[in-house]
């Protein structure tokens, strides 16, 4: 297998990765398996997750899929269940599922008199049900899973739970108002579950990736031919380092977070990824 960065060494640990059917947490899944992690990919889309574990598994790690719906506690406790029956306790638990929905989302980013009547999604037409789905995937789909694997992990030393924010909990984009909301959410959880589970062994921080190409925003950065879309030139154009991140630029900061030896006594913190994102003015 691939070495690993900061030779993070896994071995023995059993990771589990929320959302592990999707670009970046597929990723995650690699990057723990090669630092010796027996890895359990969660994700609704079972097909997809597999395929990711296969691959790992041909790389000589050791991985198994498991179809699972972050938002039904009762199927997360029986995959935890599962999980530990198959690969052992949960050490490390990524909690990677989330996204966005359309009824959730404005057409535009500023609204202007007349939009209420005119042909166009404003403020005023979010739907209720898509902005309350948005909420429950990013919160309750990290709130769950931490319920269902950290019963694994209390009273044991050493174990990491990594949730994903999101530069959106920094300053919220235009146009996505509830997961910029439910992403600030997952911060200031982030915060709340390090406090309370300093005291049984479990370390608890986020990683709050910058902008990365992805299937799942593809359509917002790109157009049906290939170019960039004028959102993408803001983007670039409020990203000090210009260019989108590679997933395996979030390698290090994962594996730092849940490094025992290097990060011991880091718990509660938010790890931008960003290339300068966050900290440009715009000016």
């Known amino acids: 297998m691939k070495k690993n960065v ?3 060494d896994l071995t023995g640990k059993v990771a589990v990765v929320t959302g592990a059917g999707g670009v970046l947490c597929s ?16 994700d609704l889309n079972f097909e997809a997750a597999e395929g990711f574990a296969k691959e790992i598994i041909e790389e000589g790690g050791i991985a198994k899929a498991y179809k699972c719906n ?16 198959d690969l052992g306790k949960c050490d490390i638990l990524i909690n990677g599922a989330g996204g ?18 005119a042909d166009t999604k404003s403020f005023f037409d979010l739907d209720a049900d ?34 994903i924010s999101s530069m959106n909990a920094y300053t919220p984009l235009t146009k996505i108002p509830a997961y910029s909301g439910a992403k600030a959410a997952i911060s200031n959880f982030t915060q709340w579950l390090a406090v309370h589970f300093s005291k049984v062994g479990i370390r ?3 990683i709050a990736p910058g902008f990365f190409s992805t299937k799942q925003n593809a359509k917002l950065l790109f157009n049906e031919d290939g170019t960039p879309t004028a959102r993408t030139g803001k983007i670039l154009a409020a990203t000090p380092m210009g260019r989108f991140g590679e ?13 025992n030896d290097a990060a011991g006594f ?18």
């Open 6 to 8: 900061l030779n993070t």
């Open 27 to 42: 990723a995650f899944a690699k990057t723990l398996a090669r630092a010796g992690a027996k890895v359990a990919l969660l």
């Open 70 to 85: 972050v938002l039904d506690k009762e199927i997360c406790y029986a995959v935890a269940d599962e999980v530990e029956k």
């Open 100 to 117: 966005n929905n359309p009824r959730a989302t404005t057409d535009k980013e500023y609204f202007e008199i007349g939009d209420i009547d």
């Open 130 to 163: 898509g902005v309350g789905f948005v909420f429950n995937l990013n919160f309750l789909g990290t709130l769950i899973p931490t319920q269902s694997f950290a019963r694994q992990m209390v009273g044991r030393q050493g174990c990491n739970i990594i949730n």
């Open 204 to 206: 608890v921080n986020a």
């Open 247 to 259: 997933s395996a630029e979030l390698d290090g900061s994962l594996l730092f977070l849940i490094n």
């Open 266 to 283: 880091i718990t509660g913190v938010v790890l931008p990824v960003d290339g300068g994102f966050s900290a440009y003015s715009g000016v």
